[in-house]
């Protein structure tokens, strides 16, 4: 695998940033929104399909961005929460509630704000922690964490 750089993690934040408003922010009105999610889950089996594929695709990035397990499930959580909504609305006759559901419950715009703040509250390293431990930068990093209180953990991108 590719080892991964601080620049490759500025980027995963931008493309979720992209898909966040995207899929439920790309018409704001007041502090609410409509996205493509809202929007196709009003189309058969496109709007199911958008709602999993973005969903997925929301994951992929987390793991490729290191993010801990707490916001993984978190993130499964709101996205479940979002695709059953969908789902339920491909059923004949029980469609409009789960529709209505689907286009106020912003979903994928909940997990990306989980992903970025789990990018957000990390130190990053280009390294990787065997010889970071080697060299005695180890604890420097961990220092560097412990000081910033908006930082809970280290992660080293070479792992």
């Known amino acids: 695998m590719a080892r991964r750089t601080i620049r490759d993690i500025e980027k995963i934040w931008s493309n ?10 790309a018409v704001g009105i007041g502090p609410f929104g409509i996205g493509m999610d809202g929007l196709l889950t009003w189309v058969p ?3 199911t399909a958008y ?7 929301l994951l992929f990035q987390a793991n490729r961005a290191k993010a801990s397990p707490g916001t993984v499930l978190q993130m499964m959580v709101w996205l479940g929460l979002d695709s059953v909504t969908t789902a339920v609305g491909e059923v004949p006759f029980l469609d409009f509630i789960p529709s209505i559901a689907d286009v106020l419950f912003p979903g994928h715009l909940l997990a990306a704000k989980a992903l970025q703040r789990d990018i957000e509250s990390t130190h990053w390293v280009e390294d990787n922690e065997k010889t970071a431990r080697a060299s005695g ?3 420097g990093h961990v220092q560097t964490m412990r000081a910033d209180p908006k930082l809970r953990r280290v992660v080293y991108l070479h792992d």
Do not use: I, N
């Open 137 to 139: 930068s180890h604890d």
């Open 45 to 47: 089996v496109v709007g």
């Open 51 to 57: 709602t999993l594929g973005a969903a997925g695709w």
């Open 16 to 25: 979720v940033e992209g898909v966040k408003k995207l899929s439920d922010r």
